[in-house]
Each structure stands twice: as structure tokens, then as C-alpha cells.
């Protein structure tokens, strides 16, 4: 098994370009979920997919945000225009329904450290 | 407002010492799971409790949940250096994770 694989692992970009993020779920995980992560903010949900339909986007900052799940084994989160704000560590997580139980376990990517000058 | 507080923010202690960390809501959790972040990496699942009251151990690690529901602990015995990272205790709630700030945890040798 792979794991969550993720992509770019660094991208530094200047202010005002479009950022493209992307991630593969562990195969069989019906979950998948989009966090950010700052020193300041710690690990903050952007948005969450359940067999590839938008759940909750709630958490995402601003129209400047886009998250996508065309298949199963795939997602992109965008940012366009991109802000030095912006600059985090953004992890992609997978999971599936625990057996008999509301909860779950996530399994997180290595993530994409975005660096916005 | 933080729904799951996390303390100590950091800790740095000498191999060999025992610790615990804690995690207290005030809100009930259908579960509760521990996760450790090393530099460089996501969090890692370490374990998940279910039930009010049910200890786990793994290793020199013991994860408690609060009969309540509500609160959890972790305690690590005679802490080595690879004990070192960013915990995070995570919980379940209406099918999301609430996730708390986390503890900053080095041991030094």
C-alpha cells in the first residue's frame, strides 16, 4: 500500500499565480480531506469528500479556494490568486467508514509546503 | 474557540522521565484518537478509543478516555528520544474530526 500520496512536495510561487495541489487517496477510502497547517492555526479542515461529492467546504478561506474530486483516486485543491497568507503546509487525508461505528481514521500525505512570496 | 484543548502546548523533558499529556472538551466524542506528527511528515494514527473509560496501551504508551467521553490522556513512561514530535488528539464528532492544537513534545538524551 502506498499511502496518501501528494504532490508537489514544495512549490514556492509569487503572489498573484494560480497554485494547484494534488492527491491520491489510499485506493478503497470513500473519505477524503483537505487541511492546512500553520503555526499559528495549527490543523485546520478546508474540506471534505465523501465518494467524490463536496461535503463540507466550510472551512475553506475564500472564493480564492477551490477543491475538486473528479474519481476516486484523485483531487486538486487550487488557490488562484494566490496570497503570501496563503503559505502553509496542506495535507490531504484519507479514510473509510469505520465498521459498525461513526468514527473513523485518517490517513494523512506527506503534504505540499506552499511557500507564497 | 478551541472545542478540544490540548495541554501542555510544549513539553521538553530528559530521557528516562514520565509524562502525560491531556485533552479536555467540553463536548462529548463518539471517539477519540491520538496522532503524532514528526517534522517534515503528517500525523501519524497511533490509537483510537471508543469507549468512556477504556485504557490502551501501546508500548511505553498509554492512552486513557475520560468515562465522560469528553476528555482523554496520554501518558508516555520513561520517554526515549524517537518519543520526540507533535502530538494531536482528534475527536469524533457529527462524522468530522475536531482536532486540537497539539503538544510539542522533545526529549532530550
Known amino acids: 500500500d502506498a499511502g496518501v500520496i501528494q504532490s508537489p512536495r514544495h512549490e514556492v510561487t509569487e503572489m498573484g499565480q494560480e497554485v494547484t495541489l494534488r492527491c491520491k487517496p489510499i485506493?478503497?477510502?470513500?473519505?477524503l480531506f483537505w487541511y492546512r497547517q500553520t503555526m499559528m492555526r495549527g490543523l485546520e479542515l478546508l474540506i471534505y469528500f465523501n465518494n467524490n461529492v463536496p461535503i463540507d467546504d466550510s472551512g475553506m478561506p475564500e472564493d480564492r479556494f477551490s477543491a475538486k474530486m473528479p474519481n476516486a483516486s484523485f483531487s486538486t485543491l487550487k488557490i488562484q490568486p494566490s496570497e503570501p497568507r496563503d503559505s502553509a503546509v496542506y495535507f490531504c487525508a484519507s479514510s473509510e467508514w469505520a465498521k459498525g461505528g461513526e468514527h473513523y481514521e485518517q490517513y494523512f500525505g506527506p503534504g505540499t509546503r506552499l511557500t507564497v512570496t | 474557540t478551541q472545542l478540544l484543548e490540548q495541554s501542555p502546548q510544549f513539553l521538553s523533558i530528559q530521557e528516562g522521565e514520565n509524562l502525560t499529556v491531556y485533552c479536555n472538551s467540553s463536548s462529548v466524542f463518539s471517539s477519540l484518537q491520538w496522532y503524532r506528527q514528526e517534522p517534515g511528515e503528517g500525523p501519524v494514527l497511533l490509537v483510537t478509543v471508543v469507549t468512556g473509560g477504556e485504557v490502551k496501551k501501546l508500548k511505553r504508551l498509554t492512552f486513557q478516555f475520560g468515562d465522560a467521553r469528553k476528555d482523554s490522556s496520554l501518558h508516555i513512561t520513561a520517554a526515549q528520544p524517537g518519543d520526540t514530535g507533535l502530538y494531536l488528539c482528534a475527536g469524533a464528532r457529527n462524522y468530522q474530526l475536531i482536532w486540537g492544537a497539539g503538544t510539542k513534545l522533545i526529549i532530550k538524551p
Open positions: 485506493s478503497g477510502h470513500d473519505y
